[in-house]
């Protein structure tokens, strides 16, 4: 298990963009899976962006694919995700999540209960 905290959230024209930062605690960072998540009120929450151990390889929603890019920088212990050309259905609470487990390559969009360690988020507002 891995402490999460998110920053960068905000409010922010249609068409602007937004950083999201989620910095990690402990020395074994670079073991984790790290992915993007948002929820809106009364919706289910959604995966938006994986990135592997490495970061050499990354997955994207296809609601966002094109507009938003996840990276991470294992000495900082950090991930991050930019987001551009932000659109009112962006509206959500964006939250970070670990995972020990999960594949370098993924096939699919992986799952909730395919990440052990989550922040506690951080909003982020589009407005029209």
């Known amino acids: 298990q891995v402490q999460l905290v998110e920053s960068g959230g905000g409010l922010v024209q249609a068409g602007g963009s937004l950083r999201l930062s989620c910095a990690a605690s402990g020395r074994t960072f670079s073991n984790y899976g790290m992915g993007w998540f948002r929820q809106a009120p009364g919706k289910e929450r959604e995966f938006v962006a994986a990135?592997?151990?490495?970061?050499?390889?990354?997955r994207y929603a296809d609601s966002v694919k094109g507009r938003f890019t996840i990276s991470r920088d294992n000495a900082k212990n950090t991930v991050y995700l930019q987001m551009n050309m932000l659109k009112p259905e962006d509206t959500a609470v964006y939250i970070c999540?670990?995972?020990?487990?999960?594949?370098?390559?993924?096939?699919?969009?992986?799952?909730?209960?395919?990440?052990?360690?989550w922040g506690q988020g951080t909003q982020v507002t589009v407005s029209s």
């Open positions: 999540a670990a995972s020990p487990t999960l594949p370098s390559i993924l096939l699919s969009d992986p799952l909730p209960s395919d990440f052990g360690s």
């Open positions: 990135i592997s151990r490495s970061g050499a390889n990354t």
